[in-house]
T-cell receptor
């Protein structure tokens, strides 16, 4: 039973354009949502988060959107840069330390 | 570098041997979490420890796996009598506080290969 899904295993985007990564979940108990970026041979690095009381959080080029009714989370990166090429994981929690991770989306930003 | 340290980075074991994975949390962090990532899957929570205490091991397989975080030294994830299905990347994370939601900071992982 997969509670968190990232349905696009990979995504290619031209440098300077917008990258949109998506994450869908089934459990309405999740109330805190995070995005992590992972380079090969490294651990995940925290990127941005949002709590369920908000629908948008912005940090520089990164914006996370939360649609609670649709149980949908997305990460927008604009403008995309080649250094953004990595695997992106969404991680969800119902208010505790126990994160539930998605399967990841591999983003490739083309120069 | 004051980040989360894990060693070894790569570990090869034959079936039936023991694997010991070590994790040193970030300076000032006393909460440690272990996750496992199987090929083509997301990270799966295994265990949450504080110094000398296992707080939640609900994600640990019931047999062969154990974890500790002694008063001194790194946290250890121990897998006895490894099988091929244990081949995975094992990540450790730490946070300054626990129980509630805090961003967890991850180490580079240990890639275990069982031959």
């Amino acid at each position: 039973d997969q509670q968190v899904k990232q349905n696009s295993p990979s995504l290619s985007v031209q440098e300077g354009r917008i990258s949109i990564l998506n994450c869908d979940y089934t459990n309405s108990m999740f109330d805190y949502f995070l995005w992590y970026k992972k380079y090969p041979a490294e651990g995940p690095t925290f990127l941005i988060s949002i709590s369920s009381i908000k629908d948008k959080n912005e940090d520089g080029r990164f914006t996370v959107f939360l649609n609670k009714s649709a149980k949908h989370l997305s990460l927008h990166i604009v403008p995309s840069q080649p250094g953004d090429s990595a695997v992106y994981f969404c991680a969800l929690t119902s208010g505790t330390y126990k994160y539930i991770f998605g399967t990841g989306t591999r983003l490739k930003v083309l120069a | 570098n004051a980040g989360v340290m894990q060693n070894p980075r790569h570990l090869v074991r034959r079936r039936g041997q023991e694997a010991r994975l070590r994790c040193s949390p970030m300076k000032g962090h006393s909460h440690v979490y272990w996750y496992r990532q199987l090929p083509e899957e997301g990270l799966k929570f295994m265990v949450y420890l504080q110094k000398e205490n296992i707080i939640d091991e609900s994600g640990m397989p019931k047999e062969r796996f154990s974890a500790e975080f002694p008063k001194e030294g790194p946290s250890i994830l121990r897998i006895q009598q490894v099988v091929r299905g244990d081949s995975a990347a094992y990540f450790c994370a730490s946070s300054p506080q626990g129980l509630e939601v805090y961003e967890q900071y991850f180490g580079p992982g240990t890639r275990l290969t069982v031959t």
